[in-house]
């Protein structure tokens, strides 16, 4: 109930090209669902977020798809750099339970 | 001007000995985190604190001990030390309004020999 499934595991994509990162949830209960970005030998950063009475959301070329129903969502990453390359994480929480829980991570790298 | 910063970023130690980490953040944030993040990239909460109050406390051996001396600053106190406690060791903060948010520190890899 508690969990946060994510995939892939690890990604690679040419430059330009649209990587997906897809992860889904049991608990219902949950309202907030960030994505988070760690570049190697650093800590993670907030990315995006979105609630789940939004469809999508996008900031500058990456965007988030939102499936209440299928109690799914995914991270498109459009027009995707090297600089791109990093570990990807989701997340979701609760109201205003203070943990996170989080997805197993997603290795992405983008080919030049 | 860290937001969250952490000391050591690096901490080579022989099983059974005791070391610490600590963090600071200057963010204003009445909320604190201790995650663990293994070699396969897993990211595991440890502890939470809210306003020095211990509010998660994940099923983590007790030779962990988190202090919180204020809201600025939750260290990691670690005892007996053993070989599966080599890890990257993260601490975040947010605010209790926003968990969601949460700000991570450079991380500090704790290596036991």
């Known amino acids: 109930q508690q969990q946060v499934k994510q995939s892939p595991q690890s990604l690679i994509v040419q430059k330009g090209g649209i990587p997906i990162i897809n992860c889904a949830y049991e608990?219902?209960?949950?309202?907030?669902f960030p994505w988070y970005q760690q570049f190697p030998g650093k800590g993670p950063a907030l990315l995006i977020a979105?609630?789940?009475d939004v469809s999508e959301k996008k900031e500058g070329r990456f965007t988030i798809s939102f499936n209440k129903s299928a109690k799914q969502f995914s991270l498109h990453i459009m027009d995707s750099q090297p600089g791109d390359s990093a570990t990807y994480f989701c997340?979701?929480?609760?109201?205003?339970?203070?943990?996170?829980?989080w997805g197993a991570g997603t290795k992405l790298i983008i080919k030049p | 001007d860290t937001a969250v910063s952490q000391t050591p970023k690096y901490l080579v130690t022989q099983m059974g000995n005791d070391k610490s980490i600590k963090c600071e953040q200057n963010?204003?944030?009445?909320?604190m985190y201790w995650y663990k993040q293994d070699s396969k990239k897993f990211l595991k909460i440890m502890f939470s604190?809210?306003?020095?109050?211990?509010?998660i406390n994940e099923t983590v051996p007790n030779r962990f001990s988190p202090k919180s001396p204020d809201k600025a600053h939750l260290n990691l106190h670690i005892n007996s030390l053993e070989l599966g406690d080599s890890a990257v060791y993260f601490c975040?903060?947010?605010?209790?309004?926003?968990?969601?948010?949460?700000?991570f520190g450079p991380g500090t890899r704790l290596t036991v020999t």
């Open positions: 997340a979701a929480s609760r109201g205003s339970n203070y943990q996170l829980i």
């Open positions: 608990n219902t209960a949950f309202d907030y």
């Open positions: 979105i609630r789940p």
């Open positions: 963010l204003g944030h009445d909320t």
């Open positions: 604190y809210n306003n020095k109050e211990l509010i």
């Open positions: 975040a903060s947010s605010h209790s309004s926003s968990g969601y948010e949460q700000y």
